[in-house]
């Protein structure tokens, strides 16, 4: 890594005490497994670290250790300050009466006397002296950690490391490195420049988590050899290889099959459009059984088996008349011009994801395939 671009960020660690590290609210295994890595790391460096995403399930995640220190809400208020000098009285006694609508703070001095130009107000800091977020382009990919909380974001300094060509730079230091396969790469090669020798099993486990689960398993075809040195570098370094193999793609729930069954059963192709796609309804849900995160789940195995497609897409109906839609792009087609053409929002660089209420699945469905179709001269490289 160059280090140029990693000082700044190793001084900004230094310099502060308390660190939210954010991750997006559809956390990928690369963005839990950079993330987890660098709360651990930064613990280690005796710092207060707090790791958040608004996501309320990472069920699939459950064999990193500490997975259990993410929140999945901040609960984060500024104080209000009213500051009184003691220049001209010494305080004896403070008090206060609760009124309706009212807060009575009463001040006895030792001596001299307290009057009202010795009293100012102001708002106390945030908590966080530093935010560093994790695989996240965009602010916006945060949801409700940033949503709820813009003061913050907004007074807070902000590292942000990602590996995603749509990233905004949207941070005080920007640590984007667009030639490594992941999030948990950067950061790998951060913590060994920073500090090798605080790298541990656990640390290093959830890095190579992040790796294989970016690269499914180093299938992609953007895999590059730098992704398997530092991979066999984290195996080396204790990272469970075997058991995040088994977690991630040998583990599934009785759910997911079945539901992946159905969306098999109906996958579809339009050639002209370049789209391979599936649908499930709410009944499939119900009759499987399946939470949230197996409908992700099913996405993410269209992803791995339709690897050459242009445009995967999958409409899942969760609720009578409420669709979410997924849909993974080939680094050939234009997310910029598609996205915005289903009214989605990018997960990261390939993955994108739109919710629809008030709609029947199947008029949805023809209405994704007729936007697919005016924009199709324009969403190819």
């Known amino acids: 890594m160059d280090q140029t671009a990693s000082k700044p960020v190793f001084d900004s660690i230094n310099k502060a005490n308390r660190i939210l590290i954010a991750m997006p ?3 990928s295994g690369d963005a839990v497994g950079a993330g987890l890595a660098l709360y651990l790391f930064i613990k280690k460096l005796d710092k207060e670290p707090e790791i958040a995403t608004s996501a309320q399930s990472l069920e699939q995640f459950s064999f990193l250790p500490h997975l259990s220190a993410v929140k999945h809400e901040l609960e984060v208020s500024q104080s209000f300050v009213i500051s009184v000098s003691t220049a001209n009285a010494a305080l004896d006694e403070l008090s206060y009466e609760a009124r309706p609508e009212r807060v009575e703070i009463f001040l006895k001095p030792k001596n001299g006397r307290f009057s009202q130009n010795d009293v100012s107000f102001k708002n106390a800091r945030f908590p966080y002296d530093l935010i560093i977020t994790v695989h996240s382009p965009s602010l916006d990919n945060l949801g409700d950690i940033y949503e709820k909380n813009t003061d913050l974001f907004f007074e807070t300094p ?14 005080e230091i920007n640590l984007v490195d667009l030639t490594a396969t992941s999030s948990a790469e950067i950061v790998a090669g951060l913590i060994e420049e920073f500090e090798s020798g605080l790298m541990d099993e656990h640390i290093a486990t959830s890095l190579l988590t992040g790796i294989i689960a970016e690269t499914n398993s180093f299938q992609h075809a953007k895999t590059t050899p730098r992704a398997f040195l530092k991979a066999s570098q984290l195996i080396a370094q204790g990272g469970k290889h075997q058991e995040i193999i088994r977690e991630l793609y040998k583990t599934k729930s009785i759910a997911l099959l079945k539901l992946w069954g159905r969306a098999l059963a109906r996958l579809k192709e339009v050639p002209e459009l370049s789209v391979v796609y599936s649908l499930v309804n709410h009944s499939d849900i119900e009759k499987t059984s399946s939470k949230p995160e197996d409908v992700f789940g099913v996405m993410k195995e269209l992803v791995a088996s339709l690897a050459g497609a242009k445009i995967i897409l999958f409409l899942a109906e969760i609720a009578p008349q409420e669709v979410v839609g997924y849909f993974h792009l080939h680094p050939s087609v234009k997310a910029q011009i598609l996205a915005p053409a289903l009214s989605a929002q990018m997960l990261n660089g390939a993955l994108g994801k739109f919710t629809v209420k ?8 023809k209405d994704v395939l007729e936007k697919l179709q005016r924009v199709k001269t324009q969403i190819a490289v």
């Open 25 to 27: 609210a559809n956390p």
């Open 358 to 365: 008030g709609v029947n699945l199947l008029d949805l469905e």
């Open 158 to 171: 902000i590292v942000n490391i990602d590996h995603h060509p749509n990233n905004e730079y949207y941070g």
